[in-house]
């Protein structure tokens, strides 16, 4: 599930997959149109960087934004949220080289 995750982060950041990776924030978010949808884009992008880590205050943009949809959301902490072991156990591993 991490190796699938990492490759996500990869598609999301390669801009040729920009329009793809809009349509699906927009249909997962049921948003009316792309320009409602670019806050959302955006800050996937800096959540989701290309290091593969979460910046703690990238999740906080990403929990602001989504307690716009889900007042619930704003309850979390992003500290509670961001765990790096992950990535440390597959740089280690050599998976990091064959994406991109």
């Not at 996500?8 to 349509?23: E, H, L, S």
């Not at 949220?81 to 280690?92: H, I």
């Amino acid at each position: 599930m991490i190796k699938a995750l990492v490759e996500a982060v990869a598609f999301i950041n390669k801009p040729a997959n920009k329009d793809r990776v809009i349509a699906s924030l927009r249909e997962g978010l049921k948003l009316k149109s792309v320009a409602e949808t670019m806050p959302f884009y955006e800050t996937t992008l800096r959540t989701f960087d290309p290091t593969y880590t979460i910046p703690v205050k990238g999740m906080e943009a990403f929990i602001a934004i989504l307690s716009e949809k889900d007042p619930a959301v704003a309850k979390l902490k992003a500290e509670d949220t961001v765990d790096g072991r992950f990535v440390s156990n597959l740089e280690k591993s050599g998976f990091f080289k064959g994406i991109q």
